[in-house]
């Protein structure tokens, strides 16, 4: 939710947005698309999966989560 108040960090040259932390999770969400590759990362879950278009199919068994307050499992 963008009315959310959270930290947010943005390229002061280009204004993309580079991560936000909400104050009351322990994580902080960084813009996968601003890491150098190889990046070294996976997927491990589906979030705002209540938010998806009728005709998409996500077709493996990662956990899904439509208000994303799950704590992954890092393995």
Not at 41 to 67: G, K, M, S
Not at 69 to 74: A, L
């Amino acid at each position: 939710n963008s009315k959310r108040k959270a930290r947010r960090g943005f390229c002061s040259n280009c204004g993309s947005s580079l991560f936000w932390k909400a104050p009351e999770l322990d994580r902080t969400g960084i813009a996968a698309g601003s890491l150098d590759v190889p990046s070294g990362l996976r997927l491990a879950a589906h979030i705002y999966t209540h938010q998806v278009a009728d005709w998409d199919v996500l077709a493996d068994e990662l956990p899904r989560d439509p208000d994303a307050s799950f704590t992954p499992r890092w393995s």
